[in-house]
């Protein structure tokens, strides 16, 4: 059964990785590739893009982050005296779905939102921050919230003390 | 490409046709296009180059861009030079962008249907062939050229082999060359739009439905202006039925604007009707055309990535380089600067 539960609770955490890791990649594809077209006729505008750039990235670390406390979590319970059970790796599996989900689908629109910015920036480079960074930062909001939650779920669970 | 529905009426939207969804696949062409479109003339250059006194100054005006012409070599020959140039160059960049070979294929046919008109206008009048035929169409000029001078049009694909054959009988029914051209149109106009349906693209749909309503618009006032007889000579396929037209034709160039109240056009039918009643004159019809088809493609702003806005592209730069041919060759003739200011849209 233990090994169930640990089998359970290292899915949350792997999730947590690879779904906000993936939204992050296809972000950064969509708006690298929108970016490297401008780039070919404007290089100049290489640092105003930089940054619409990587946005999308952020949710992979938050997913890393959130894998990594997941992780210490596990660890903390099977050294505990009463070890992993099917519960506590329900919670940790739980608390690791909303950076997971947030994650994916908010860096994929954060990419998209990125790419529309950078063709603004191609015809108006003044907007680049006005409109380009703070609207995808608007799409970025969502992916935080999503990491505060998993965050806190995982905070708040209470491992015993130590065998 | 998405599914999509095509087969939309006039009444499903405002003033332009839905130009479709994203298509990510065109994430680096589209940003590429939008950089080049920073580069495009911008319409105070074409009204300054109206307004220059005279042919030297306006072609002053281009010396600084893409446009300008070598120094010593200012006759129009070498200005005409610069432009297929550009022209060339532009479609060149199309075809490099875009992923969907069958769209490239399609904007190629344009070249095909041109040189079919000029290879059968001189073979069904017993001229020369010739062999002055463009090079960017999908069938080679020697290939065209071979063809004719064989008789054999089994060479050539479907669509100019059809055309071919409906325009040789259209133009024995009274051996006038003008119904070759009508049946050219006709058969190009609905090879467009078929090909858009079959490749799902409801901006191509929209795109050739309007610029087949732009041509019976056109069509209607030129007839109505000659008081021709001939009223079997508008286009299928439009988001308005030829019937509509014919009707147009009973009508007063007062109540033209008024039959196209429910419709996209009607702005641009008065001002060229009312300008066409006062002045005799086309000048701000096809002003008023390009200007429409012009709004049309520029709507293709709202998509971050697809082929509609390198289509976009392709089409106002063509725009773009006629605009700049028509502004010098009035002004190498100097004609009224109003005039050429009525004409630029």
Redo the contacts between chains.
């Keep these: 059964m233990s090994q169930i539960a640990i089998g359970i609770a290292f899915l949350g955490a792997a999730m947590a990785a690879f779904m906000a890791g993936i939204g992050s990649a296809v972000g950064i594809g969509i708006a690298g590739r929108s970016a490297t077209g401008v780039l070919t006729e404007k290089p100049e505008r290489y640092g105003q893009l930089f940054l619409q750039v990587v946005l999308p990235g952020t949710q992979g670390f938050y997913g890393f982050v959130i894998a990594f406390f997941a992780m210490g979590k596990i660890s903390d319970f099977i050294a505990s005296a009463a070890g992993l059970g099917i519960s506590d790796a329900l919670a940790v599996f739980s608390a690791c779905l909303p950076i997971a989900f947030a994650g994916l689908l908010s860096a994929i629109h954060q990419g998209k939102t990125c790419a529309a910015g950078i063709l603004m920036t191609a015809k108006r480079p003044e907007m680049a921050v006005k409109a380009g960074v703070l609207y995808a930062a608007m799409v970025e909001v969502y992916a935080v919230l999503g990491f505060l939650i998993s965050l806190l779920i995982l905070l708040a669970i209470e491992v015993p003390a130590a065998a | 490409m998405p599914q999509v529905k095509l087969r939309q009426s006039i009444l499903e939207f405002s003033t332009y046709p839905p130009v479709g969804d994203?298509d990510?696949r065109y994430?680096?062409?589209?940003?590429?296009v939008?950089?080049?479109?920073?580069?495009m003339l911008p319409r105070a250059t074409f009204q300054d180059m109206a307004n220059a006194q005279s042919f030297e100054n306006a072609l002053d005006m281009l010396s600084a861009g893409q446009y300008a012409v070598p120094k010593g070599a200012a006759g129009f020959a070498d200005i005409e030079e610069v432009l297929l140039q550009r022209r060339a160059e532009v479609r060149e960049l199309f075809a490099s962008l875009m992923i969907d070979e069958s769209i490239v294929e399609l904007f190629k046919s344009r070249d095909d249907f041109a040189n079919l008109r000029l290879a059968l206008r001189r073979a069904l009048t017993d001229k020369p062939v010739g062999a002055d035929y463009s090079p960017s169409g999908n069938v080679a000029p020697e290939v065209l050229e071979q063809a004719f001078a064989e008789e054999n049009y089994a060479v050539l694909p479907g669509y100019v082999r059809r055309a071919a054959e409906a325009a040789t009988i259209n133009y024995y029914q009274d051996k006038d060359v003008r119904r070759i051209d009508y049946e050219i149109d006709r058969l190009q106009a609905l090879h467009n739009i078929d090909e858009a349906r079959r490749l799902g693209s409801i901006f191509l749909d929209g795109l050739f439905r309007t610029q087949v309503d732009l041509t019976n618009i056109r069509t209607l006032l030129r007839l109505k202006f000659t008081e021709s007889e001939q009223i079997d000579v508008f286009l299928d396929g439009g988001f308005l039925e030829p019937a509509f037209y014919k009707h147009g034709l009973d009508l007063g160039y007062e109540a033209i604007g008024n039959l196209f109240f429910a419709t996209p056009y009607q702005h641009l039918v008065e001002v060229g009707a009312g300008y066409l009643a006062s002045n005799k004159s086309f000048l701000k019809t096809e002003g008023q055309c390009d200007r429409h088809l012009i709004g049309l493609l520029k709507s293709t702003a709202q998509i971050?990535?697809g082929p509609q806005p390198i289509i976009a592209y392709l089409l106002m730069k063509e725009h773009e380089i006629r605009t700049i041919r028509l502004v010098l060759t009035a002004k190498k003739n100097s004609l009224d600067t109003r005039l050429i200011l009525d004409r630029i849209a």
């Design positions: 994203d990510w994430a680096f062409a589209t940003a590429r939008r950089a080049l479109e920073t580069q971050t990535a």
